[in-house]
């Protein structure tokens, strides 16, 4: 009999839920964005997050458990995520998530949300019938994260093909995480909310377009696996000052947003090639140097894979790059698909297994720990 865990994911702007057999097996995934919601404003309201968490959990739940062709009571375990997020958003999930445990009588396991992230690059390994090889380097590059971690295999791993992972960080961002810098940039240049995806495309249209401006690679003083993106976003920021031709482009996309026109299709034409250039370097800058210090690392600790993930896993150029990277240095890249590289509860499942079958569960006192560290 396989066991079946219902996760809950709540940390930031999706609610999520989702049913996973032995840590691997995916029977379902929702995903309740709010992107609408934020949009507006240009980022995640927390207070807002809160509220539309409280709206979504239960179809959100209930809709997971249907999908996966099963009863609430066969669920074996419930696992929700404790943290790092914010505490509002947090909190719905995790009072949720109690209360089923409590009122079924079945076990609550707490997840990390960064841990998650890593277990979606196992997953989606698992469904390729492989297995990343550790000790690994692990990029968790989101919104919220921009971390570099050694990953290796815990000596108590129950060894029933479940692995629970011994974390050390080895970098992370000083300052904004990358996707942040996408989001702010993607704000700058008037092509709305998230910004990623639609950078990402941009980017992808540009073909030898001549830069406007050059970016340099970023450095950090101290610990060369540091990150830092807001000198790379102010830079954009003051070039675009600094060029009163971008304005009257950048208004003319404003109100197309304010229309309801922000696809690809839509904003693309809005786009001289100026910008686009502009566009294409920025994220020459960004993917340069989240591969960069990920193949040193991967490099000077030997690791026999390099696991990606996170929002930002899901760019095309940055996963072209590292590909292109991993062959040449011999090291195998690991990618969760693009569904399961931004926030979803069939990681957060598949993070609880391991920790479920060695035993460390959490009682109806867990609480929301927004700043959680993995390492
Ligand atoms: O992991 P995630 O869903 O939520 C957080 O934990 O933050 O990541 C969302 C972030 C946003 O900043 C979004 O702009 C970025 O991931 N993102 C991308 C792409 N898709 C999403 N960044 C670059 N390229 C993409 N294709
Ligand atoms: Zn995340």
């Keep these: 009999m396989s066991v079946r865990i219902l996760g809950i994911e709540s940390s930031c702007d999706e609610t999520a839920a989702a049913v996973v057999a032995d840590g691997r097996e995916i029977l379902s995934s929702v995903v309740a964005s709010q992107i609408a919601v934020h949009r507006k404003y240009g980022g995640v309201v927390p207070e807002l997050a809160s509220r539309e968490h409280l709206k979504q959990i239960v179809p959100v739940v209930r809709e997971a458990i249907e999908q996966a062709g099963i009863g609430l009571r066969q669920v074996d375990a419930i696992g929700v995520t404790q943290g790092p997020g914010l505490v509002g958003a947090l909190l719905v999930g995790i009072t949720y998530g109690k209360t089923l445990a409590a009122a079924m009588g079945k076990p609550l396991v707490a997840v990390n949300h960064l841990e998650g992230h890593v277990h979606a690059v196992f997953l989606e390994a698992h469904k390729a019938g492989r297995s990343p090889q550790l000790p690994a380097v692990c990029l968790i590059v989101s919104g919220g994260h921009t971390v570099l971690y050694e990953v290796k295999q815990q000596n108590e791993t129950p060894g029933d093909g479940s692995w629970l992972f ?11 995480a990358a996707g942040e810098a996408y989001d702010k940039v993607a704000k700058l240049l008037g092509l709305g909310y998230p910004g990623g995806p639609i950078l990402d495309k941009l980017a992808a249209a540009t073909d ?3 830069a406007p401006v050059k970016f340099g690679p970023t450095k950090t003083r101290g610990n060369p696996l540091d990150f830092s993106f807001s000198g790379l ?6 070039h675009v000052r600094e060029h009163a031709e971008y304005a009257p482009e950048i208004r003319q996309r404003e109100e197309a947003l304010a229309r309801g026109e922000r696809n690809f299709a839509q904003l693309l034409p809005l786009c001289g090639p100026r910008t686009l250039g502009l566009v294409r370097e920025f994220q020459n800058a960004v993917v340069r140097d989240l591969v960069e210090r990920t193949m040193t690392a ?3 600790l030997q690791a026999g894979s390099v696991l990606v993930s996170g929002g930002v896993a899901a760019n095309s150029q940055l996963r072209a790059t590292f590909e292109d990277r991993g062959k040449k240095a011999g090291c195998d890249i690991y990618f969760p698909s693009r569904a399961l590289s931004t926030d979803n509860a069939a990681m957060i499942a598949a993070a609880a297994y391991p920790r479920l079958r060695a035993g460390i569960l959490a009682d109806i006192t867990l609480n929301a720990d927004p700043s959680l560290a993995l390492a």
Aim: charged share 30%; no cysteine.
């Design 298 to 300: 991967a490099g000077e």
């Design 233 to 238: 976003k102010t830079a954009v920021l003051y």
């Design 166 to 176: 011994h974390y050390r960080k080895i970098g992370q961002t000083r300052d904004d």
């Design 208 to 210: 030898g377009l001549p």
